[in-house]
């Protein structure tokens, strides 16, 4: 067979592969994503910035006027955003999993990577963990600017309840994000749709601002959104209120997004060309 009609053999080396082996590779290639942030500190940026500009930007630009309007005041609506930006910081640095994903099957290291044997799951589970630490990050840094601009934290365990909730639903969407990285095929087509999901999904929530002043459509729209349901069970786990429906719905919609993207996010990527 000539160079020119070659294609590249893939091995399927996963059903060969021991769990500790996958691990162990898994391992390997979390060291090698958080090196390759080492080595370029930019790309940590977003988790540094982005929750200090949302944080500043609502809490003092609409905090004044949506506190007002809800009866809180501004010190009410720092209670009330904070738990819903946690949700919202699940959702926003999920998409980075997408675009890292695209930029490395462009670069060709995903072929490096499937021409070695080594699980093909490992890869994927490898760009999540290391977009869980991102997301850990981000959350560390929103929660001291959140103390800074006078979020009182009343229960300690209801705040690691809420994040351990937004890294479930997180790892959940960063499987739909790697499906796109997998699908689309450069990281600025991955970043536009993640736009076109996230700006509907966050903006028709309960995560800035209460629904009841909404249309009657929205309202239905955000009673079905899982942002809504992640903020509000945060906001009841950090605050109080209500929680058992909206965890259990949260982690319904989790377990339901997990079960197709991450099967189907596999197989395109073990198949990809």
């Known amino acids: 067979m000539s160079a020119a009609t070659a294609t590249p053999v893939t091995i399927d080396t996963d059903a060969r592969i021991p769990l500790s082996g996958h691990l162990r590779h898994t391992g390997a290639l979390v060291r090698r994503n958080l090196l390759w942030i080492r080595q370029d500190p930019e790309s940590m940026f977003d988790a540094i910035l982005m929750p200090v500009v949302f944080t500043l930007l609502f809490v003092y630009v609409f905090g004044g006027s949506i506190g007002q309007a809800t009866g809180g005041g501004q010190d009410g609506y720092v209670q009330y955003v904070i738990p819903g930006m946690?949700?919202?910081m699940s959702m926003t640095l999920s998409q980075g999993v997408g675009t890292g994903f695209s930029q490395d099957f462009n670069s060709g290291v995903m072929d490096r990577f499937r021409s070695l044997p080594i699980g093909r799951g490992s890869v994927l589970f490898a760009k999540i963990s290391v977009e869980l630490l991102r997301m850990l990050f981000a959350t560390t840094v929103l929660m001291i600017v959140a103390v800074l601009v006078g979020f009182d934290i009343h229960h300690w365990a209801g705040l690691f309840a809420a994040v351990g909730l937004s890294a479930v639903f997180?790892?959940?969407?960063?499987?739909?994000?790697?499906?796109?990285?997998?699908?689309?095929?450069?990281a600025q087509s991955v970043q536009a749709m993640g736009f076109l999901v996230l700006f509907p999904l966050q903006f028709g929530s309960s995560i800035f601002a209460p629904t009841k002043s909404m249309p009657g459509w929205l309202q239905h729209f955000t009673d079905y959104n899982p942002l809504s349901t992640l903020a509000d069970a945060a906001r009841?786990?950090?605050?109080?209120?209500?929680?058992?429906?909206d965890l259990w719905v949260t982690l319904g919609w989790s377990a339901a997004i997990t079960a197709v993207a991450a099967p189907y996010a596999i197989h395109k990527f073990r198949t990809k060309n």
């Open 236 to 245: 009841g786990l950090m605050v109080g209120g209500p929680v058992a429906h």
């Open 86 to 88: 946690i949700a919202m």
């Open 170 to 186: 997180a790892s959940s969407i960063m499987w739909v994000f790697l499906t796109l990285g997998v699908v689309l095929k450069n």
